[in-house]
C-alpha cells in the first residue's frame, strides 16, 4: 500500500521523501519493524483472547494439570504470525507483484489448514485428534497443484525460460530443464518442505527461530536475485520482481522475533500447527519461487534432519520392522532422551541451524 | 401408526422372490427356509449364489432355479493381490446381480450374508437409487456377531432380521429380532418312537448326553470327550453319551479313527469294556431327530444353525465355541444363548504343538460341567425352557409376517434387549492397560475381567502368538501379561527362542528376526507382569542381556531386577549385568546398572558402579548412583568409609533439570484441596 501511495505521491515536491518507499531496502527494513511492534503489540491480547476461548494446548493422558508439563499454555500463535505478516506485506510489499502475492497465498493457505486442525485439537479436548492426515495431505496439495498451475502458466511470475529449469547449489547452470520431470517434483517439494516445520515445532522456541534464519537467507536470495546486477555477477537468473520476496522475508523475520519474545522457554504461547505450517508452506513457495528448492537441504537442512529421522522412525521402524531405529525420534527428541534439557537443545539446535544458514548463505559466491 | 406404508404392499400371489446368500450351508439353509415361508402359489423363487460354494449343491435339490455371480471373501482392506482380486470379483459379480435383477424383476430380496450376497444387495440398492427395481431388500443375519458384509450391507437394507437379541444394538433403526430360521427338517419325536426308530439301545433311567460337532465332526470336542469319558466312568449307571464324531477325514484327521485310537491308547481293555456300558458312538446319525428325542443335554459347537436346533427343541446345551473365527461369532453366540439361560459354556484352550495352534478341550474340565448339569434336573429344564423362550420363535414365520405386514407380530420389550458381549482384543488391551496404569502395582486382573472370561480371553490372547503379523503377535504378548496368563510363559518364551531371521529387505533396513524387537521386549515385559522365575525364564534373561536391540536388553535387565533374590542362576545374571554396563545404549546401560545394585553384592557390583562415575552420559551416571543407593540400602556395604572416598569421583554436572512452575503449582494445589473436601463431605 505504502508502495503504490509512494508511487502516487513522490512526483509531488513536498512528498518527495516517499521515493523511499520504491526502494526494497528501505520497505524491507519497513516491514520487519512493523511487524515486530505489531506482535509485541498484539500477543499479549491474542494469548488472553485465545486463553479465553480455551484454545489451550490439551492435556494427553491424565486429565490432572501438572506443575511441569505444558498443558494449559495458549496454541495456535501462528495467528498472530500470519495476521501480522500478512499486515505487514499489505503495507510494504508491492502488491501488484506475483511473488509476494503467492507467498503470501502459501502462507494464509497452510496457515488455514493448521488452523481447522488445531481447532479440530481444541474440540475433541485431546492432543491427538486433530484433523486426519489424509485430509491434511489433500488440502495441501491442493495447493500445491495450484500453484504448479500458476508456474506453468503464462502468468507466472517467473521469466518463462526458467519455468522448468532445476537448478542445484554450487553450479552454474541449471542441471535439467523437463517440465515432465520439474513440476511433479515442485509439487512433493511443497508437500514435504510444508509439513518439515511442523515436526520441528516441538519446544519451545525450536522451530520459529531456525524458520527466521532461513527465510532470512531466502531473503538475501531474492534481493539479490531480483536485482540485474547481481544476479549476473554471481551466476544466477535474473529474477525480475523477486525483491518482494526480501520485504516478505523481513516481515517474517520480524513477526518471527517478536513471537520468540513470547515463545522463549518456558513459552506463554505456542505457535501450533497454524503456525508450523505457514511457516513450512512460506519457505516452500520461497524456495520455489527463487529456484532454490535444492538449497533447501542445506538451508533447512535442520528441518530435513527433523522430519526424516521421524519418518524414518515411524514408517520404517515401528510400523514395518517394529522397533526404534534411533532411540527417540524426531531429533529434538532424541537430544532430549540423551539427558539433555529443553533450553539446551534448543539452544544447540538453533546453533546448528546459525551454521546451516551461514552455509546456504556462502554457497552465493561458491559456484 | 395403523399407516404404514409398507402394509399396503401386501405380498400378491405371483410374488417374485429373490434368495441370496451362500459360501457355507449355514447360510444357504437359513435362506431356503425364508423363501419357503414366503412363497405362495404362483410366486416365483430364484436364488443366486456362487458357484462351486455349498448352494451349487443344495438349491437345486430342492428345486430351486439357481444363477450365479462372482464373489470373495473379504481379505482385509490392505493393499494385496487378494484385495484386488476381491475388488474386481465385487465389480464384476455386481454387473452381473445387476443383470440378473433386471431380467428376474423380483419384488422381495432377502439375503442370508456370506460373500454371494454382497453383490445381489449392492446391485438392488443402486438399482433403486436408478428407480430400475422396486424390490424390497431385507437381510437376516444368523450370528449374535454380523459378518463385515452384512454390517455394511444392512445399512441398505429395508430390515435386518437378526437371530440374538444382542445384534440389535448393531442395526440401529432397522433391526428386527425373529430368530433363526430353520428348515422343517428336524420334527418332534416321542421318546417311545425314537427308542423304536433307532438301531442301538439305550438303559433305561439313563440321562442322555449327546455330544456332537456337527456333521463334520470337531477334533478338541471328540478329543476332550474321550479324555473325560474316565472321570464319567464311576457315574456309568446314570449316564449314557452318544457321541456323534463327524464324518471329517484329511489333513491328518479322521475323525473316527482318531477317536477310536485315542479310546485304545488312554484306557485299558477292562476300562473300554466299561466304558462301552455306557458310550456310543457312531460317525454319522442319520436319524438325529430320534437321538435329539432322547437327549437330556447337548455338548455342541456354537455355530447358529445347531444352537438354534437344540435350543427350539428344549435341549439344554453345553457349549464348546470354536475360537478365533471372525468376530469370534461361535463365542459370541454361545455366550449369547447362555446370557438367556439356555445354556452354559465352556471354553477350549489354544496351545501351541510344533508351532502349530491347536485348540484342547481339557476332558477333567468337560466330564466334571456334564456331571454337574446331567444331576440336575431341575436346572436342564430351567435351561430347556429359557432357550425355548429366547430362541423359539418360529423365526421364518415371523420374517414373512415382517415382509408381508411391516412389522413384528409380537412386541419386544426394547429395554431387554442386551448390548453385545463379546470385546475385541484391541479393547480389551486399552481397558486393561488403563486399570493396570490406575493400580499400579496392586493391579489384579480379576477386578477388570470377570473370572468366568479369563480362560477364554488367555485362550485367545494365546492364539494371536503365532499370528503371522507382528502387531498381533506383539498384542498378544502384551494381552497375556495383563490377563496374568501365568500359564502360558512358556508359549512367551518360545517367541524369545524363535530365531528365524527376518525377511532379507527389512534385515537391510534394520531388522533382525522375524520376532521383531517390540514383540520380545514386550516378552520381557509380561514376565516381569507374570511374576514367574523359573529355569527357562531365566535362560530367557540370560540371553535377553545380549539380544541385538537395546530395547530387549534394557527391559530384560528391568525384570531381572524386579526378580531380587528369586534367581537360582544369580551369579550368572550378575555377571551378565556387569558386562551390560558398556552397553553402547544409554538406557541399556542404565537398566544394567540400576539392576546390578539390587541384584549384586559389595564385590561383584559396588567397584562395576563406581567405574561409571565420569560415564558421557549423566543418566549412566545417575543410575549407577541409584544402584549405589540400592546397594547401601540392602546392607551390601560393608567398608562405608572406602564407599564415601570414593562418591566424590561422580562427574556431578547434568544438563537436565526440572523446572516448576509455581503458577500451576498452585492451581494444582487448589484442585486437590477441592478434590479432598469432596471426599470428606
Redesign the interface.
Known amino acids: 500500500m505504502i508502495f503504490w501511495i509512494g508511487k502516487l505521491l513522490a512526483p509531488f515536491h513536498a512528498f518527495s521523501f516517499l521515493r523511499l518507499a520504491e526502494y526494497l531496502s528501505s520497505r524491507s527494513i519497513g516491514a520487519a519493524l512493523t511487524a515486530v511492534l505489531l506482535t509485541l503489540w498484539i500477543t499479549p491480547k491474542v494469548i488472553w483472547w485465545l486463553q479465553r476461548r480455551a484454545f489451550v494446548d490439551q492435556v494427553r493422558e491424565t486429565g490432572?494439570?501438572?506443575?511441569?508439563d505444558k498443558a494449559?499454555t495458549p496454541v495456535m500463535g501462528g495467528v498472530v504470525l500470519v495476521g501480522v505478516v500478512t499486515a505487514s506485506c499489505l503495507l510494504w510489499c508491492n502488491l501488484g507483484s506475483g511473488y509476494a502475492l503467492l507467498v503470501l497465498l502459501g502462507m494464509v493457505w497452510f496457515g488455514a489448514i493448521g488452523f481447522v486442525d488445531d481447532r479440530a485439537k481444541m474440540m475433541a479436548k485431546s492432543g491427538d485428534k486433530g484433523m486426519s492426515e489424509p485430509k491434511k495431505l489433500l488440502l495441501q496439495g491442493a495447493f500445491a497443484a495450484l500453484l504448479v498451475a500458476v508456474l506453468a502458466s503464462p502468468w507466472t511470475p517467473l521469466p518463462a525460460a526458467e519455468s522448468a529449469r532445476l537448478h542445484l547449489p554450487f553450479l552454474k547452470t541449471a542441471v535439467l530443464d523437463n517440465p515432465w520431470f520439474y513440476f511433479p517434483f515442485v509439487f512433493l517439494f511443497v508437500l514435504l518442505v510444508g509439513n518439515s516445520v511442523n515436526i520441528t515445532d516441538g519446544m519451545d522456541g525450536l522451530a520459529i527461530v531456525p524458520s527466521v534464519f532461513a527465510i532470512s537467507v531466502l531473503g538475501v536470495f531474492g534481493y539479490l536475485l531480483g536485482n540485474a546486477i547481481w544476479s549476473r555477477y554471481l551466476f544466477y537468473p535474473f529474477l525480475p520482481g523477486a525483491g518482494e520476496l526480501a520485504v516478505f522475508a523481513s516481515a517474517f523475520a520480524g513477526a518471527g522475533i517478536g513471537f520468540l519474545w513470547f515463545n522463549a522457554y518456558?513459552a506463554q504461547i505456542f505457535m501450533g500447527d497454524t503456525g508450523s505450517l505457514s511457516i513450512g508452506g512460506s519457505l516452500a513457495v520461497a524456495s520455489v519461487l527463487l529456484k532454490q528448492e535444492a538449497l533447501f537441504v542445506i538451508l533447512g537442512g535442520l528441518f530435513v534432519a527433523e522430519a526424516f529421522s521421524s519418518q524414518v522412525q515411524d514408517k520404517?521402524?515401528?510400523k514395518?520392522?517394529?522397533?526404534?531405529?534411533f532411540?527417540r525420534a524426531p531429533l529434538h527428541h532424541a537430544m532430549a532422551?540423551?539427558?539433555?534439557?529443553e533450553t539446551?537443545v534448543v539452544v544447540r539446535l538453533w546453533i546448528v541451524a546459525g551454521i546451516l544458514a551461514l552455509a546456504a548463505l556462502a554457497t552465493l559466491k561458491l559456484r | 401408526m395403523l399407516q404404514n406404508p409398507a402394509e399396503a404392499r401386501r405380498l400378491k400371489t405371483g410374488t417374485r422372490i429373490l434368495l441370496t446368500g451362500g459360501g457355507t450351508a449355514g447360510h444357504v439353509n437359513p435362506a431356503l427356509a425364508i423363501g419357503a415361508a414366503l412363497a405362495e402359489p404362483g410366486s416365483e423363487v430364484l436364488f443366486v449364489g456362487v458357484k462351486g460354494r455349498a448352494e451349487e449343491q443344495v438349491v437345486p435339490r430342492e428345486g430351486i432355479p439357481i444363477h450365479f455371480v462372482r464373489a470373495s471373501g473379504f481379505p482385509g482392506a490392505r493393499p494385496s493381490p487378494a484385495f484386488v482380486r476381491f475388488l474386481l470379483d465385487l465389480a464384476v459379480g455386481t454387473a452381473q446381480a445387476a443383470a440378473t435383477l433386471l431380467r428376474f424383476r423380483p419384488d422381495v430380496i432377502i439375503g442370508t450374508g456370506g460373500f454371494a450376497s454382497a453383490p445381489v444387495i449392492f446391485a438392488a440398492t443402486f438399482l433403486k437409487k436408478l428407480r430400475l427395481s422396486k424390490a424390497r431388500v431385507f437381510v437376516h443375519e444368523q450370528n449374535a456377531v454380523p459378518g463385515k458384509l452384512n454390517r455394511l450391507v444392512g445399512r441398505y437394507a429395508e430390515k435386518v432380521f437378526v437371530t440374538f437379541p444382542e445384534t440389535l444394538s448393531l442395526f440401529p433403526g432397522n433391526g428386527a429380532l425373529t430368530g433363526y430360521p430353520v428348515r422343517k427338517r428336524i420334527g418332534h419325536v416321542a421318546p417311545e418312537e425314537a427308542r423304536a426308530r433307532l438301531d442301538f439301545t439305550v438303559p433305561e433311567g439313563r440321562t442322555v448326553v449327546f455330544v456332537f460337532g456337527g456333521s463334520q465332526g470337531s477334533r478338541s470336542l471328540n478329543r476332550g470327550l474321550v479324555d473325560a469319558l474316565g472321570d464319567l466312568m464311576p457315574h456309568a449307571g446314570r449316564l449314557f453319551v452318544v457321541h456323534g464324531t463327524g464324518l471329517f477325514k484329511g489333513g491328518g484327521y479322521d475323525a473316527e479313527a482318531d477317536t477310536a485310537a485315542r479310546l485304545a491308547t488312554r484306557y485299558t481293555e477292562e476300562e473300554r469294556a466299561r466304558i462301552a456300558t455306557f458310550y456310543l458312538s457312531r460317525s454319522y446319525f442319520h436319524d438325529i431327530a430320534s437321538v435329539y428325542a432322547l437327549a437330556s443335554l447337548v455338548v455342541i459347537r456354537g455355530g447358529s444353525g445347531s444352537l438354534n436346533e437344540v435350543a427350539r427343541m428344549g435341549i439344554p446345551a453345553l457349549v464348546v465355541p470354536k475360537a478365533n473365527l471372525p468376530g469370534d461369532h461361535q463365542v459370541a453366540n454361545a455366550r449369547a444363548l447362555e446370557r438367556a439361560g439356555g445354556a452354559e459354556v465352556i471354553y477350549e484352550e489354544t496351545v501351541l504343538s510344533d508351532g502349530r495352534l491347536v485348540e484342547v478341550l481339557d476332558g477333567a474340565r468337560l466330564a466334571r460341567r456334564i456331571l454337574a448339569l446331567a444331576e440336575d434336573p431341575v436346572r436342564r429344564a430351567d435351561m430347556s425352557k429359557k432357550g425355548r423362550d429366547v430362541l423359539g420363535i418360529d423365526a421364518a414365520a415371523e420374517i414373512a409376517h415382517h415382509v408381508r405386514h411391516g412389522r413384528a407380530s409380537t412386541v419386544i420389550d426394547p429395554t431387554l434387549v442386551p448390548a453385545p458381549t463379546v470385546v475385541s482384543n484391541a479393547a480389551l488391551l486399552s481397558r486393561l492397560e488403563k486399570a493396570a496404569a490406575a493400580a499400579g502395582r496392586s493391579y489384579r486382573v480379576e477386578d477388570v475381567v470377570e473370572p468366568r472370561d479369563l480362560a477364554w480371553f488367555r485362550s485367545r490372547a494365546a492364539s494371536l502368538l503365532v499370528h503371522d503379523e507382528w502387531e498381533a503377535r506383539n498384542l498378544g504378548v502384551k494381552l497375556l501379561g495383563l490377563l496374568d496368563g501365568t500359564e502360558k510363559v512358556p508359549l512367551l518364551l518360545a517367541l524369545l527362542a524363535d530365531r528365524t531371521p527376518a525377511p532379507l529387505l527389512q534385515r537391510l533396513l534394520g531388522g533382525d528376526f522375524a520376532q521383531v524387537g517390540f514383540v520380545r521386549r514386550n516378552v520381557y515385559t509380561a514376565l516381569a507382569r507374570l511374576d514367574v522365575v523359573d529355569a527357562g525364564v531365566e535362560e530367557a534373561l540370560l540371553a535377553g542381556f545380549t539380544d541385538p536391540y537395546w530395547e530387549v536388553r534394557a527391559e530384560a535387565a528391568r525384570t531381572a531386577a524386579r526378580f531380587a533374590g528369586r534367581l537360582a542362576r544369580h551369579v550368572e545374571i550378575v555377571a551378565a549385568l556387569g558386562k551390560g554396563l558398556c552397553d553402547r545404549n544409554l538406557e541399556a546401560a542404565a537398566a544394567a546398572a540400576e539392576a546390578l545394585g539390587t541384584l549384586g553384592g559389595e564385590r561383584d557390583a559396588l567397584p562395576a558402579l563406581l567405574a561409571l562415575a565420569d560415564y558421557r552420559f549423566w543418566k549412566v551416571r545417575a543410575a549407577a548412583l541409584r544402584g549405589v543407593l540400592s546397594l547401601v540400602e540392602r546392607g551390601e556395604v560393608r567398608d562405608r568409609e572406602k564407599l564415601k572416598q570414593a562418591l566424590p569421583g561422580f562427574l556431578l554436572t547434568s544438563t537436565d533439570f526440572r523446572p516448576q512452575f509455581e503458577m500451576k503449582l498452585s492451581y494444582r494445589r487448589v484442585l486437590e484441596a477441592l478434590s479432598r473436601g469432596q471426599e470428606a463431605s
Not at chain 1, 532422551?337 to 534439557?341: D, P, Q, R, S, T
Open positions: 490432572i494439570p501438572s506443575a511441569f494449559g518456558p520404517i521402524g515401528i514395518l520392522l517394529g522397533r526404534r531405529l532411540a532422551y540423551n539427558g539433555l534439557a539446551k
